[in-house]
């Protein structure tokens, strides 16, 4: 099995608001993340394919199919947008790394036809980031 | 954990640290050999990083497997207070019989961060330089679950 990786990037603001928690709570867990007017970040999103290179092609998949997919389904979902308000998938979610990185998962794994999602990573910043895996642990990777 | 998805939290950590690659169980012929110019006699420093994974499940209502402020400042506490601005051979009991490469160090840190009870620690990477970097994930058997 080979992993093949492409990077993107793209940029997004955001704010941690849970509206069942009061104002203080809310301020007490998500700190300056919850910020009235919300605030952004330059993501970087790692999406890691495994599979066998075609004998032909010596390709898992072709990364230009890879490419469209990806800037059909995240960026022009994600890329400039505001992750609260106009990210259907994300409604009634914190847009936390590790929510958008598990959404992102939901919405490549159906598309890849060739090979099969390995990881998606997403990086908020260069020192935080999130990884969405197949749970091996539950039977769930034994396809 | 029955999702059918695995998420992992990761954090990156910054220490500045100095080490000398000397084993008092080597002659000075054979530690000049094994570690090359990493024994010379006044040690030298890196800045390294530290990745520190998580994992657990999403509370809903935070979106989070760990709140970053709690595992931040468990990691300030038992590592970067330890590590950040002192020499690994002097100032480090771990260090004291253990030669401080960063496969040690590696290790180290993970055994000071399996209590971190909020989260599961799956894994540690440290990188020594940009160009080096080592992970430890635990031994099987030790069972390292919050």
């Not at chain 2, 970067?80 to 590696?106: G, I, M, Q, W, Y």
Request: net charge negative; hydrophobic share 35%.
């Amino acid at each position: 099995m080979v992993l093949l990786t492409r990077k993107i990037e793209f940029s997004a603001s955001h704010r941690y608001h849970n509206p069942n928690l009061s104002a203080e709570e809310n301020r007490r867990i998500f700190g300056k993340c919850n910020n009235p007017h919300g605030h952004g970040h330059n993501y970087t999103l790692q999406v890691t394919i495994e599979g066998e290179p075609d004998p032909v092609t010596g390709m898992v998949l072709d990364l230009k199919e890879l490419k469209e997919i990806l800037e059909s389904e995240v960026m022009q979902r994600m890329d400039h947008r505001h992750l609260n308000y106009e990210v259907a998938e994300l409604a009634g979610q914190i847009p936390t790394c590790e929510n958008i990185a598990r959404v992102i998962w939901q919405l490549l794994e159906p598309k890849i036809t060739q090979g099969r999602l390995h990881r998606v990573r997403l990086y908020e910043s260069p020192d935080l980031f999130a990884d969405c895996y197949r749970n091996v642990a539950n039977g769930a990777g034994k396809s | 954990m029955n999702s059918p998805l695995k998420v992992e939290l990761g954090r990156r950590y910054h220490f500045s640290a100095s080490h000398r690659l000397h084993s008092p169980q080597l002659s000075e012929e054979e530690n000049c050999r094994v570690f090359g110019k990493c024994n010379n006699p006044y040690g030298h420093g890196h800045n390294y990083v530290v990745e520190v994974s998580m994992s657990g499940d999403i509370d809903p209502a935070t979106g989070m497997i760990a709140n970053l402020a709690d595992l931040d400042s468990f990691v300030e506490r038992h590592v970067l207070e330890e590590f950040d601005h002192k020499s690994l051979n002097e100032d480090a009991p771990a260090f004291r019989a253990k030669v401080p490469t960063t496969e040690n160090l590696c290790i180290e840190i993970f055994q000071r961060l399996k209590s971190f009870h909020k989260a599961k620690l799956e894994r540690i990477r440290v990188e020594e330089t940009g160009n080096n970097s080592f992970e430890y994930a635990g031994d099987s058997l030790e069972g390292n679950q919050p």
